[in-house]
């Protein structure tokens, strides 16, 4: 048997190389092999860095927290060997209080793979073989598409952006930036029945967007003021960017809601929030999720979502670093994913 583990071993630096998985399981583990993983923003940023928002990486890691994996070993867990399952990466204490809220998000001690923030490192899913806490595997039916079940914590993260927006049935919403994350959040909300508008800068992402659910989709700086000014309920901000978060200020109506789902860059700028006071918006960050992994899953069980056209290319695990350097480029409208040993007909 020959695995694969890939590291980011320094800036634009990914080395893939054979994996030897220790011999013994952690108690409360199972053994996974990876089916597909996919690509985030986060990882890019580790990628093009070797840091992101502000936390470094100490040593060289295995990236990525998006996947699902087929069962290997139980070990106990009633898990069954060859069952395939949602991976959900955050590993939280379960005792303190944010916990104790349901808010596992917040957690004060949470672990999560592939990141700077837990120390020592824990590596990420970029591997044929995972070792990962049976509490977080979440079983799904056989005729899940894997290529659609990696889908589940960005999903997850999209929702949660929806649920602090309050975004329901016939609401009005206007997604900014229509990345990877802005595309699920269009998805999720049109699933919703809400009507949903897209706007971005690159005319291909609106194209995607309008597939993946937007009723409208705009380029941005090419709408005028007067054609969105207070005309959305919920204005979903995807892009990072402070003049689309402007732009959310001036969309939403009196007495709306703008979800931060993005993770704005620190820079000077001028952002309008004498409108926050004038129009009485109500602001809120969205963080990763709490109970809407399994709303995610459950929504990719149900087939509701089309995902394929929300899949912009594929990888084979060993190329990793070629698929990191197509998202740097700019140019994937949608989800990069690697695929496993599995699905690439290589014997693991």
């Known amino acids: 048997m020959s695995f694969v583990q890939t590291r980011l071993t320094a800036a634009e630096s990914v080395a893939a190389g054979p994996q030897s ?47 699902c994996a087929w069962v290997e070993e139980p070990n106990g867990s009633g898990l069954r060997r060859g069952q395939l399952v949602a991976l959900n990466p955050i590993m939280n204490c379960q005792s303190c209080d944010p916990c104790k809220r349901g808010e ?58 929806l649920n602090k927006g309050g975004v329901a049935a016939g609401d009005k919403v206007l997604v900014t930036g229509c ?23 690159r005319p291909g992402a609106v194209e995607v967007a309008r597939k993946a659910g937007a009723g409208e989709g705009h380029l941005a700086g090419r709408i005028a003021d007067a054609d969105i000014e207070k005309r959305f309920d919920v204005v979903v901000e995807a892009s990072g960017a402070i ?4 732009t959310a200020l001036k969309a939403v109506r009196q007495k709306g809601r703008v979800s931060i789902l993005s993770n704005i860059q620190l820079r000077e700028a001028r952002v309008m929030l004498h409108l926050v006071m004038l129009k009485e918006i109500e602001l809120c960050g969205s963080f990763q999720f709490n109970r809407e992994f399994e709303e995610a899953v459950q929504l990719i069980e149900s087939g509701a979502v089309n995902f394929e056209a929300l899949t912009a290319a594929e990888y084979p695990l060993d190329q990793t670093g070629a698929a990191l350097a197509h998202m740097a480029a700019g140019k994937a409208f949608g989800k990069i994913l690697l695929l496993g040993s599995g699905l690439t007909g290589k014997s693991i």
């Open 243 to 246: 003049p689309a978060f402007n």
């Open 104 to 161: 596992e998000n917040l957690c004060t001690a949470k672990k999560f793979p592939g990141s700077a923030t837990t120390v020592p490192h824990l590596d990420g899913f970029f591997r044929d073989v995972i070792d990962h806490p049976a509490r977080c595997c979440r079983p799904v039916a056989e005729d899940v598409n894997p290529r659609h079940l990696t889908f589940a914590e960005p999903m997850a993260c999209a929702l949660h952006a």
């Open 21 to 67: 998985p220790p011999e013994e399981i952690a108690d409360g583990h199972v053994r996974l092999r990876l089916a597909v993983a996919s690509l985030c923003g986060t990882d890019l940023h580790y990628y093009a860095h070797f840091a992101n928002a502000g936390f470094e990486l100490h040593n060289p890691v295995t990236l990525g927290h998006e996947a």
């Open 179 to 201: 990345g990877p994350m802005g595309l699920l959040a269009i998805a999720g909300a049109a699933a919703r029945g809400a009507q949903v508008t897209a706007l971005d800068l």
